[in-house]
């Protein structure tokens, strides 16, 4: 029997090649790989790796539908956000069950998703959108306070930054058009890249839930707590637990929240996370992704059989059982590193004492010494993660925290380490 030929979309900043490569061999898949990295996923994927520029969209369309000409392909994935339109206009083009290309885009523009929120009667902060060419010390007075400002369509906190009064939100506002004008930056959002977007800024106690969707209904698979509260002026997030220990009421208003949040989007197959916060009672969506969770965080996740959520995600769009998709009995939960402060990371001290905490699944170094590093709002990576499983959230997060005390990063130019 013929092995099911896929396409995975892979970014040249995804974290999540080995973790999907990985899933698709164990499933006996015809891998194939569209990068626009080509000189390091060669070694991975030989003679099967397409050269794609994700941002020349029927370029890439035309040397997809040639490659399902040869290899007839079953699914095109996306694996991070900059791959999720592309995969929903070759699925499209080529015929294959797909959320619709508009649903998709819908995820990609922040400002479109609030007003498509706003208009389906959802939660959801309020905005406004303004040029980023605009002045902003024309604008401050007319801004409601606090406010968040972030670009339409950048991720992981990149670019995002809390303003409590005129004075803040004009520096926020130039910190913004100092990042959207970079080129490389400008090239990947588009029109996207021409706008900032501020939001109320809502108070309150953040999740971040995982799930798939099948014709339009949502599969919980995880629902995180995100214990440290995330207050600004930045917004990195450190520490993600499962399961949540929020009231089971108040897990269940998000699920609701958030399977109606996709089906206003349009989106209805495929993997969603999402990002909500309470505020006042209240589930306040702030995000919907039609892609899974980002960076290593996936391999805390483990599903009956050893599952690993890549296999889960590429089973449901082959169409096959997803009956086995529960999670396995342990709690879990992942330390994001960031990056404190800018410079050239010289070195983390202390994985070794981090990998023999009890629960410790692996901890990682994900940026070489030498990586010329921006902190936040500037710089979307994280330095590294650590994954625990224990038998209890509260012991995830104990083992987390004794994990953050373990490391020293080091980082030349301020000669600065992580702070307290």
Known sequence: MTAPAVLLLIPASSYRTHDFLEAAHALDLEVHVGTDQPQVLAELVPERTLVLDFGETEISLTAISELHSRHPLRVVLGVDDESVELAAQANQRLRIPHNSPTSVSLTRDKFRMRQCLAKAGLASPGFQRFSVASDPETLRASIRYPCVLKPTFLAASQGVLRANAPDEFSTAFRTLQEILADPELRKRGGERAKWVLVEDYLPGREVSLEGVLTDGRLQTLALFDKPDPLTGPTFAEMLYVAPSRLPEAVQQRIRKEVEQTAQALGLTTGPVHAEARIHQGKVWMLECAARTIGGLCSRMLAFSGGMSLETLILRHALGRDMQTAQTTSHACGALMLPIPTDG????????????????????????????????????????????????????VEAALRKAWTQLQIEIDKLGASKSE
């Open 344 to 395: 050239t990371l010289h070195n983390i001290v202390g994985w070794d004492a981090v990998r023999e905490i009890s629960g410790v699944l692996e901890a990682v170094q994900s940026l070489p010494n030498g990586t010329t590093v921006r902190a936040l709002p500037h710089d979307a990576r994280y330095l590294g993660f650590v994954l625990v499983r224990e038998k209890t959230p509260a012991a």
